[in-house]
């Protein structure tokens, strides 16, 4: 059986996701990196293989891709214990993982980008400072249920907390201070406290 093959950008939060489950599933894949900064996602053979032009994307088999993070989070996860069995717990991670890809990482991710890894924090600091407020409300809402929550699902580490760990742990990069958020810090260590974890830089 061939490898599971992961189209990524290291930097990449949304394929940190994908590489930290694959690890602590203990899940051997290849890994191929496009520097989305030289426009290598936007080449007509990737285009072949997401057409919306974006890391990550899994290839499954020869032909047969998946992107969309969260959506890769949930395909493999699917029968292990990162993915709840309990129909209501598994409609509360999707709930967790929407909130991520909408109120979540368009503020925390695309800050990050702009001042981290465009190194453009003059030339958009405009928008940087629209993304303030919508950044702060998420972090406001995660921090409220983590004061009595020990993870988002189940009080039990799932890839709700996955998803909503890869930016949150590094939005210091995005211009956001997580001191304020006792709860969010102490969910922060219980998550690098889990088996096999591995950092944003690892491979």
Same mark, same amino acid.
């Given at each position: 059986?061939?490898?599971?093959?992961?189209?990524? $950008?290291?930097?990449?939060?949304?394929?940190?996701?994908?590489?930290?489950?694959?690890?602590?599933?203990?899940?051997?894949?290849?890994?191929?990196?496009?520097?989305?900064? *030289?426009?290598?996602?936007?080449?007509?053979?990737?285009?072949?293989?997401?057409?919306?032009? *974006? #890391?990550?994307?899994? !290839?499954?088999?020869?032909?047969?891709?998946?992107?969309?993070?969260? +959506?890769?989070?949930?395909?493999?996860?699917?029968?292990? !214990? $990162?993915?709840?069995?309990?129909?209501?717990?598994?409609?509360?991670?999707?709930?967790?993982?929407?909130?991520?890809?909408?109120?979540? !990482?368009?503020?925390? +991710?695309?800050?990050?980008?702009?001042?981290? /890894? =465009?190194?453009?924090?003059?030339?958009?600091?405009?928008?940087?400072?629209?993304?303030?407020?919508?950044?702060?409300?998420? =972090?406001?809402?995660?921090?409220?249920? =983590?004061?009595?929550?020990?993870?988002?699902?189940?009080?039990?580490?799932? /890839?709700?907390?996955? @998803?909503?760990?890869?930016?949150?742990?590094? @939005?210091?990069?995005?211009?956001?201070? =997580?001191?304020?958020?006792?709860?969010?810090?102490?969910? /922060?260590?219980?998550? *690098?406290?889990?088996?096999?974890? /591995?950092? #944003?830089?690892?491979?």
């Amino acid at each position: 059986m061939e490898l599971l093959r992961l189209y990524d $950008f290291l930097p990449s939060g949304n394929g940190y996701k994908i590489r930290l489950l694959f690890t602590q599933l203990g899940m051997p894949f290849e890994r191929v990196e496009l520097n989305i900064l *030289k426009g290598e996602t936007r080449t007509p053979e990737f285009l072949s293989k997401n057409p919306n032009g *974006k #890391i990550p994307i899994l !290839e499954i088999e020869p032909g047969q891709y998946l992107a969309e993070s969260n +959506a890769i989070l949930v395909y493999l996860s699917e029968g292990t !214990e $990162f993915l709840p069995y309990d129909r209501f717990l598994r409609a509360q991670v999707l709930q967790w993982l929407f909130f991520e890809q909408y109120s979540h !990482e368009p503020f925390i +991710a695309t800050s990050r980008f702009w001042i981290s /890894i =465009l190194g453009k924090t003059e030339e958009y600091s405009e928008a940087i400072k629209e993304k303030r407020e919508p950044g702060y409300a998420a =972090l406001s809402l995660m921090e409220k249920h =983590l004061t009595s929550n020990t993870f988002f699902v189940g009080e039990r580490y799932t /890839i709700a907390d996955i @998803a909503l760990f890869a930016y949150t742990h590094v @939005a210091d990069e995005g211009g956001f201070d =997580l001191t304020p958020f006792s709860a969010i810090q102490a969910w /922060i260590k219980r998550v *690098k406290a889990q088996p096999r974890y /591995i950092s #944003i830089t690892e491979v």
